[in-house]
């Protein structure tokens, strides 16, 4: 069993981020946090590599859409390989697609047509020096394709160099057991987004429009998700990454609260 690395993800602070990324990427660092998940940084990484370094913070994971080839290019979308340089360049060592959309997680085809897209990032990715993976939300879960979950399908179809950074939040929406996910992926988690909150049925699936201040997240270990019993369940896990989708008091509070509670596990 190893400990993971602390860590928070950026798009926590997107707001102080756009209002004074320095300042904002000092309190981080003043509340002891080494390491920081990165997103939107492809067409930056040089300009955020230096920002993270002036305050002696990281980013061993990132966030980047890679996964949805159907979507037509438009002028300046980076191409794979460039995502991927702009990740090395930033010094990012586990890259995460955070999205794919809900209609293809319904149909048997669609979910091995990602896994397959996947499998093939992966060994792009390993030319420049990088692991690839995944990010849920809940999308993933409420559906049933060849006698199983939607999500463990699409785990079952995976390289097993592809890692699986699992949103604690998102994966318990609408009831899923997490705990039990957690346990027959094993040592497939990579990463752990600690995220806590009420447990709320998935908004992705109808369609319908979403306001992230709907999922009255908390900080972390004041929910009711199972935190505790799925920190000890992804005993491999590498990375215990804190996110705030939506926080309706001061965001570093927050995190720090989280922080904390992390630390109480050893986690630092």
Known sequence: MSTPRLSVQLYSVRHALEADE??????????????????????????????????????????????????????????????????????????????????????ETEIARTAGLLNEAAKRAADHGLRVGYHNHSQEFVHTVAGVNAFDRFAELLAPEVALEIDLFWASAGGYDVVSLLRRLGSRVTALHVKDGPVIDDPFTSGAPFDAADTHQVPAGQGEIALDAALAAAPDAEYAILEFDHYDGDIFEGIATGVAYLAGKGIA
Do not use: I, Y
């Not at 159907?70 to 697609?97: K, S």
């Open 22 to 107: 320095d300042a904002a990427l000092g309190r981080l660092a003043a509340l002891g946090l080494r390491d920081v998940e990165a997103f939107g940084f492809v067409h930056r990484a040089p300009e955020l590599a230096d920002a993270l370094a002036r305050h002696g913070l990281s980013a061993p994971t990132g966030h980047a859409g890679f996964l949805s080839p159907e979507r037509a290019p438009a002028e300046g979308t980076p191409t794979l390989d460039e995502t991927f340089r702009a990740a090395r360049r930033l010094g990012v060592e586990v890259l995460f697609d955070p999205f794919v959309p809900a209609a293809r997680w319904a149909d």
